[in-house]
């Protein structure tokens, strides 16, 4: 069954330091799709990543970057240099290609980042 | 402008009293579906849509219908709502469910 777990619930930053969201998901397809979106504190849900279970590449844009490491089944996302506008809401995402046509969120990662 | 619209945005509403959140996208998007987002629980997803006529439930479909007469709709309904139901509701489309998925504003639903 599809699984995705975030376990850190809230992380406090203070600005320009670098912070990780951890990601682990369960999947029993061979083929997937891992996402992450971002939920500001105004509330609409924003796609920022979409990494197929074939590509294992890190991918990096501007200060944001996604470790995919299929090996211990983490899609983790570090922002390096926080700023405050990065306060957030961050939600990782897991499809499956054959098994289901279901999307399965985790719980959600609430970053602070104070000035 | 690209964008999946969703009515209300905020509702107030007792026990027992139907009531129909409305979605629409004007992408010509194949795939739809509803979440819920409640404190802890993150998003979950109550029904999804492959296209017109094709829904099934997500993880959390207890309470609620859906349907899916023409593609640019994916009303939610609640034939008889409770107060467990109190929650913020997102509407999603996409090109089908590997893809990336475009929310609507949400709806905040309070069940007396």
């Known amino acids: 069954a599809q699984k995705v777990t975030q376990a850190q619930t809230e992380i406090s930053v203070v600005e320009k330091e670098d912070v990780t969201l951890d990601c682990v998901y369960e999947?029993?397809?061979?083929?997937?799709?891992l996402f992450w979106y971002k939920q500001p504190p105004s509330g609409e849900l924003v796609f920022l990543i979409r990494?197929?279970?074939?590509?294992?590449q890190n991918e990096i844009s501007g200060r944001y970057s996604w470790n995919f490491q299929k090996s211990t089944s983490s899609f983790n996302f570090t922002i390096t240099a926080s700023q405050v506008v990065d306060s957030a809401v961050y939600f990782c995402?897991?499809?499956?290609?054959?098994?289901?046509?279901?999307?399965?969120f985790g719980t959600g990662t609430r970053l602070q980042v104070f000035p | 402008e690209a964008q999946v619209t969703q009515n209300p945005r905020y509702l107030i509403t007792v026990t027992g009293k139907k009531l129909t959140v409305t979605c629409s996208q004007n992408?010509?998007?194949?795939?739809m579906s509803w979440y819920r987002q409640d404190p802890g629980l993150g998003l979950r997803q109550i029904y999804y849509?492959?296209?017109?006529?094709?829904?099934d439930k997500g993880d959390v479909p207890e309470g609620y219908k859906v349907s899916r007469k023409e593609k640019r709709n994916f009303p939610l309904i609640l034939e008889s709502p409770s107060p467990n139901q109190t929650s913020l509701y997102f509407c999603?489309?996409?090109?089908?469910?590997?893809?990336?998925?475009?929310f609507g504003d949400g709806t905040r639903l309070s069940i007396l």
């Open positions: 999603a489309s996409g090109l089908n469910s590997n893809q990336p998925q475009h």
């Open positions: 999947t029993r397809d061979t083929t997937y799709y």
């Open positions: 990494r197929n279970s074939f590509d294992e």
């Open positions: 995402a897991l499809s499956e290609a054959y098994n289901t046509d279901k999307l399965i």
């Open positions: 992408m010509n998007h194949e795939y």
């Open positions: 849509s492959m296209n017109v006529e094709v829904t």
